[in-house]
């Protein structure tokens, strides 16, 4: 029995250290359970456990910036899919989002001297015209210091994590 709670406290762990999207299997072998990131062996009971990539985006922040000044929020609304929704009432605004691609978070860092390790960006029609990285990213300044980092429409700057109301 201390053995199975240090396991499960263990994958616990684990899974909240690591962001991880890849494949999770549960086999089952004897009546022994293990969890691996390979398929299990032909003689296994086999489960795949359905993971989702963290994002330590995830979260509510201000910016001092004209529309995001009183907060906006980034949600999940899916495996690859994220919502940033702005204030409330009638200036309500919900943004389709997704992972930033490497090439989006250099074309960011790039204009704005920063280096960038992941982010949210705005997730665009296919016939959107002058499509842009809009969103919200995470990295280093020049100086080395951790940034968050806001490219809107119409500004952009530094925002910053706060605690969602």
């Not at 004897?30 to 969890?35: A, Q």
């Not at 490497?102 to 704005?112: A, K, V």
């Not at 002058?130 to 210091?145: C, H, R, V």
Request: aromatic share 12%; proline share 4%.
């Amino acid at each position: 029995m201390k053995f199975l709670f240090f396991a499960i406290l263990g994958l616990a762990f684990f899974a909240a250290d690591n962001v991880f999207a890849g494949d999770l299997y549960k086999c089952v072998k004897d009546g022994r359970t293990s969890y691996q990131s390979t398929p299990c062996d032909t003689t296994s009971k086999a489960t795949q456990v359905q993971t989702a990539a963290a994002s330590s985006m995830l979260g509510c922040y201000v910016a001092d910036m004209p529309g995001f000044e009183n907060g906006f929020q980034v949600k999940r609304t899916g495996n690859d899919s994220f919502t940033l929704e702005t204030s409330s009432g009638k200036d309500k605004l919900n943004l389709p989002m997704k992972t930033s691609t490497p090439q989006e978070l250099r074309d960011i860092g790039s204009t704005f001297h920063l280096t960038l390790r992941e982010g949210v960006s705005m997730k665009w029609d296919k016939d959107t015209p002058n499509q842009k990285p809009i969103g919200l990213y995470k990295g280093k300044d020049a100086a080395g210091k951790d940034i968050v980092f806001a490219f809107f429409f119409l500004a952009n700057g530094p925002a910053i994590a706060t605690q969602c109301r």
